[in-house]
Nanobody, 123 residues
């Protein structure tokens, strides 16, 4: 079982910055892809950014709406993921969820979600 614990959400004015963190713990063989999703009130959950894991280089991918403003990164042991959010806009207001695909044994992969952290951007 893998637990994801997020932190770093809060209230910020438009144009400001926040940094989200997510740490994986529990029993696993390796943490593979990590990502951030978000869900605004009345909307579907959407992908914000992903970063590859395992033995591969840290390939990243971003939603068009956050390109150039958000940066996803991982720690050196690849069990934590961060989301640096700059130039925040009111439309970035949402609950942000950490997501991972973890191998609990070689070739046995499961998906896990964090509990979510609220980000509110005031105009």
């Amino acid at each position: 079982q893998v637990q994801l614990v997020e932190s770093g959400g809060g209230l910020v004015q438009a144009g400001g910055s926040l940094r989200l963190s997510c740490a994986a713990s529990g029993r696993f063989f390796s943490i593979r892809t990590m990502a951030w999703y978000r869900q605004a009130p009345g909307k579907e959950r959407e992908l914000v950014a992903t970063i590859s894991g395992g033995d591969s280089a840290n390939y990243t991918n971003y939603a068009d709406s956050v390109k150039g403003r958000f940066t996803i990164s991982r720690d050196i042991v690849k069990t934590a993921v961060y989301l640096q959010m700059n130039s925040l806009k009111p439309e970035d207001t949402a609950v942000y969820y950490c997501y991972t695909i973890a191998a609990i044994a070689p070739s046995v992969n499961y998906q896990y979600w964090g509990q979510g952290t609220q980000v509110t951007v005031s105009s």
